[in-house]
């Protein structure tokens, strides 16, 4: 036998027919709780390659969330497994960017952060629909943060409304939140340029998940600041690596590969390596590598 | 015409009054949303050929009142679209009370949506063509014109917000007029649930390149009184210094990157030298003027 009652999770059905579903075909919420619970242990347990089990995963979540769309049911609980949901969107975010290597697997990143996107919507409603009977979840400012961290991307599937909007329609009080300040100050920080501040700012204060959540865009950033050091330097006085790479919280080998990606000359004196400004070779590369999160070398005081 | 009209707007406000006793009551406020259902086919029935055709407009506005209110500002688009493409309609032909209450609103989506330069012709447009009596009208549409105008340069006079009772941005106007980054910071926060609430924090929160900017142009201006040759170099020490004292604490390498920036956008015109910690303006035109064009 390869498969068995225990082991075997319903998986997704795009169409569904009104007509041909039994009662007994949806599960209730108690047992979506111990799939999630199954799931999540399949996560972190299993010894197949990260895309098969992510894979998996992402179809069978799909399916919770669609039997819990058709009981229409909102409440902690639901709300508690599509908040579980999220949380492996984001992890699958972060792995697979780190092993993302070819077009194959860059269009799963793409796939899962617009299924990302699409739940974190519905979880919005949830939160809304809950807020109305006075309850609320203690994890919502977080949540709520990620959909403005997911703009620091600029492959993310195309959202129907503005920023300015969705912050518009939002309660004070999330919009004031720690976890939603955050989001919006490195936000505005990567608009501004000031990426000194922008990964201080996350090597400080985000929590894991919103690390897991940026991380894939954290080599764009950096070869946005390498366009932008480049093309206001001064010619004639390099910018040292090691400066550089205190700052982008970036290893110093792996600024040297970012470099050259974006078409710069590494210039080498003695045991300092430097790039100069003012190189007409260089070009903002897209797709970009894998990036590997925040890097703070042993002289940096945290 | 007359009639049309008359209906299209009571069934908004009822269905707003209905909305908000449904609330109360605890039920489910559906009525707005079906209204707005019922406005979209009338509309339907209107962009035809024929006279009936000027009552669109009119019927458009009030379903923007309705989206705007519900929040739900994507169905605009629809609507946008068959006004703005279809062969039956001729813009110039509509009312001009219409053609203002539908300039405004597609006005504020451009604003939502940071396309300043389509949001500046539209607003204007509206505030050309407003009544000029109607000062409430003319408030709302300089709510939102304000911020356009000040993502492209162009500074209200204080007088004109004090007419309008728009104090709120008196702050933001001085701190661009002052280099204050302080003063900006202050304001955003004073304001922040209202400017939020209209959608114009973040084109607001985007003035700090420009506020920079005129605080490096301050910097210049004192030292080429003091030492004519040598004001085009400013030590990045003096910014840091600066900033201090207007109680913002920054390091070198922060003041480096926001330099960087404001060189690659074009508001300064220069380069910084990193190993000497200088930034260096072009002797010539520095700090070229925004032009009507957005930072």
Not at chain 1, 24 to 34: A, F
Not at chain 1, 225 to 236: E, F, I, P, T
Not at chain 2, 288 to 295: A, Y
């Amino acid at each position: 036998m390869r498969t068995s009652r225990s082991l075997a999770v319903k998986k997704f059905c795009r169409t569904i027919s009104s007509t041909g579903i039994q009662a007994s075909d949806i599960r209730p919420l108690p047992v979506l709780r111990e799939t999630m619970d199954y799931l999540w242990h399949l996560l972190n347990s299993s010894e197949y390659p990260f895309e098969i089990v992510h894979d998996f995963i992402f179809d069978r979540t799909r399916s919770v969330r669609q039997d819990l769309s058709i009981q229409n049911l909102v409440n902690d609980q639901a709300i508690g497994i599509y908040e579980d949901v999220i949380k492996f969107h984001i992890l699958s975010h972060q792995r697979l960017a780190r092993s993302c290597q070819d077009s194959d697997a860059s269009s799963l990143c793409y796939l899962n952060t617009e299924q990302m996107m699409k739940c974190l919507l519905s979880l919005f409603d949830m939160y809304h629909t809950i807020h109305k009977i006075n309850s609320q979840s203690n994890k919502e400012a977080e949540y709520y943060s990620f959909f403005v961290l997911l703009h620091m991307g600029c492959k993310i599937p195309k959202m129907a409304n503005s920023l300015s909007f969705w912050y518009s329609q939002l309660p004070a009080s999330i919009v004031r939140s720690k976890e939603m300040i955050f989001a919006r100050t490195i936000l505005r920080c990567y608009h501004l340029g000031n990426f000194k501040r922008f990964f201080c700012m996350i090597a400080d204060e985000a929590t894991e998940l919103q690390l897991c959540l940026v991380e894939p865009f954290l080599n764009e950033v950096r070869a946005r600041a390498l366009m932008y050091l480049n093309h206001s330097g001064y010619k004639l006085q390099h910018h040292p690596l090691t400066h550089l790479s205190d700052i982008l919280m970036i290893e110093e080998l792996e600024l040297e590969d970012l470099c050259r990606i974006c078409g710069l000359e590494i210039s080498r004196s003695g045991d300092t390596k430097a790039f100069a400004p003012k190189q007409t070779t260089f070009s903002l590369p897209t797709p970009l590598s894998k990036s590997s999160g925040i890097y703070i070398s042993r002289e940096i005081k945290r | 015409m007359e009639a049309m009209h008359m209906v299209a707007l009571e069934i908004r406000l009822l269905a707003e009054k209905a909305d908000r006793e449904l609330v109360m009551s605890g039920k489910n406020p559906d009525k707005l949303q079906a209204a707005g259902s019922f406005l979209m086919k009338v509309f339907g029935a209107l962009a035809v050929k024929g006279p009936k055709r000027v009552g669109a407009l009119y019927v458009t506005c009030q379903l923007f009142k309705i989206y705007f209110r519900l929040g739900t500002v994507n169905l605009c688009r629809s609507v946008i679209r068959s006004i703005e493409t279809a062969r039956n309609f001729d813009f110039e032909d509509f009312p001009v009370k219409d053609k203002v209450t539908y300039m405004y609103y597609t006005g504020r989506l451009e604003v939502f949506n940071e396309n300043f330069l389509v949001a500046d012709q539209k607003l204007t447009y509206a505030l050309m063509h407003c009544n000029p009596q109607s000062e409430s009208n003319l408030r709302k549409i300089l709510k939102f014109l304000i911020p356009v105008k000040l993502s492209i340069g162009v500074l209200p006079r204080r007088t004109l917000l004090e007419k309008y009772n728009l104090l709120e941005y008196a702050d933001i106007v001085t701190s661009l007029r002052r280099g204050d980054l302080r003063l900006l910071k202050q304001a955003l926060d004073r304001h922040e649930d209202q400017l939020l609430k209209c959608g114009v924090y973040l084109v607001l929160e985007k003035l700090e390149l420009q506020v920079y900017r005129r605080l490096v142009k301050k910097i210049h201006i004192i030292q080429r009184e003091k030492e004519p040759s040598k004001a085009h170099q400013i030590k990045l020490e003096v910014l840091v210094k600066t900033l201090q004292w207007l109680g913002i604490t920054m390091d070198v390498d922060e003041v480096e990157c926001i330099m960087a920036c404001l060189i690659y956008k074009n508001l300064i015109k220069g380069y910084f030298a990193h190993k000497s910690k200088v930034l260096v303006l072009s002797k010539q035109d520095p700090f070229p003027k925004l032009n009507g064009k957005p930072v």
